[in-house]
Every structure is written in structure tokens, then in C-alpha cells.
């Protein structure tokens, strides 16, 4: 039995970009914290954040396709 997935890939894709948007502000910001060096710490946050991104899409389509938890519509 195929599992229709409930949200698109349009909205894993914009849901993803919003919240790498206030994690990239939070993690820069936590960076500089430590680093007091701009170019460094937008360079951790660029290589994290790239992967990141990555990562949250592949987790939130993997989630679409789990029954587990929904109810039946």
C-alpha cells in the first residue's frame, strides 16, 4: 500500500527555507560569540547551515511518507 504524503515538496522546501533563515541568524550570531571574527563565523555558518538545509528537506519528506501519529483524513 503507497503512502500519500501529506504536505508537497513546494512546502517542505519553503518550510525548510524558513527556518534555515533563523538559524542561520541564531548560529552566526552564537559563532561571532566565540569567534569575535566576522569572516570566520559566517564561514561556520555557511558550511553548517549548507548541509543543514540538506539534511532538514531529506528528514521532513522521510516523515511525509510515516502514518505514525496522523489521523485519518
Known amino acids: 500500500?503507497?503512502?500519500k504524503p501529506?504536505?508537497?515538496h513546494s512546502?517542505?522546501?519553503?518550510?525548510?527555507?524558513?527556518?534555515r533563515?533563523?538559524?542561520v541568524a541564531v548560529d552566526?550570531?552564537?559563532a561571532y560569540f566565540?569567534?569575535?571574527n566576522?569572516?570566520?563565523s559566517a564561514g561556520?555558518?555557511?558550511?553548517?547551515?549548507?548541509?543543514?538545509?540538506?539534511?532538514?528537506?531529506?528528514?521532513?519528506?522521510?516523515w511525509a511518507h510515516v502514518r505514525w501519529g496522523r489521523r485519518p483524513t
Do not use: G
Open 21 to 23: 533563515a533563523i538559524s
Open 1 to 3: 500500500m503507497k503512502i
Open 11 to 19: 512546502r517542505s522546501i519553503a518550510k525548510a527555507a524558513s527556518y
Open 28 to 30: 552566526y550570531m552564537v
Open 38 to 40: 566576522v569572516m570566520f
Open 34 to 36: 566565540f569567534t569575535r
Open 44 to 62: 561556520i555558518v555557511l558550511f553548517v547551515d549548507f548541509y543543514s538545509t540538506i539534511l532538514y528537506y531529506l528528514h521532513e519528506r522521510i
Open 6 to 8: 501529506a504536505e508537497t
